[in-house]
């Protein structure tokens, strides 16, 4: 199984980067997390089959996480997918998936699909199964809008993908990514702590009890971006490919 960092950039695109979307491929299991604004031209840049993805998964409604998916079910319409996709997500996906649709294509939410789409709404700390995929959501930490804002610890193929989403510090990211095979965290400043985000600090603080066995560090602000080749952990970057 691998993962591809399609996207590891914050909302403003520092260093260039393209916003968040990763790719998990296996023997049995192909999936998004995420599905930023620009996920979908990234996508194409990696020459990336969009008719094999099976899921995506969404961790909040915010543009840089989110809007990619007009653009994606766009595309599927006109290469004329037939493969069913599931796009899940956190409570009201049902209702902001249209309303971004018709704010970016006018009428594209009322048009029939040539593939069966299913829209599920995920809960904190219910566990759901989508095929090879067992999703646990956490709940995190985000601000006021744009949420509910939910974290994955997810299970596939013997492995375990731990992905922090946006947040700032909560206990949540504890059971969320203890011992996982790979834990994906923001970290958006080093040492700053403001409200809503993680700093690299206070992540180090708490990794002794979170023990993953791989720590990537992704959604990074030109404070961090500036330090990378000074940074003790790995940080992402696109196109980065990681095997588990």
Not at 46 to 70: C, K, W
Request: hydrophobic residues 40%; proline residues 5%; negative net charge.
């Amino acid at each position: 199984m691998q993962l591809r960092f399609i996207g590891c950039g914050d909302a403003f695109g520092s260093g260039g980067r393209n916003n968040t979307c990763f790719h998990v491929t296996g023997d049995r299991v192909n999936f998004l997390i995420d599905c930023g604004a620009s996920s979908l031209p990234a996508l194409k840049r990696h020459d990336i089959s969009r008719d094999e993805i099976d899921l995506v998964l969404i961790t909040h409604f915010h543009g840089d996480h989110f809007a990619g998916l007009p653009f994606l079910l766009l595309d599927a319409q006109f290469s004329r997918r037939t493969r069913p996709l599931v796009i899940a997500g956190p409570e009201g996906i049902e209702t902001k998936l249209p309303q971004v649709m018709e704010a970016l294509f006018e009428n594209s939410s009322r048009t029939k699909q040539k593939f069966d789409l299913s829209v599920v709404t995920l809960r904190p700390e219910e566990t759901r199964e989508f095929g090879a995929v067992k999703v646990t959501p956490y709940p995190v930490v985000h601000g006021d809008s744009g949420g509910p804002f939910l974290a994955y610890r997810i299970e596939a193929e013997g492995r375990v993908i731990a992905y922090s989403a946006d947040t700032e510090w909560t206990e949540t990211l504890i059971p969320l990514a203890r011992e996982a095979d790979l834990f994906i965290a923001e970290a958006y400043y080093y040492d700053r702590i403001v409200k809503n985000h993680l700093s690299l600090a206070t992540l180090e603080s708490h990794l002794a009890e979170i023990r993953p066995k791989r720590l990537i560090l992704t959604h990074m602000s030109d404070d961090m971006l500036r330090r990378l080749d000074s940074l003790s952990y790995t940080a992402a970057s696109d196109g980065m490919v990681v095997e588990l």
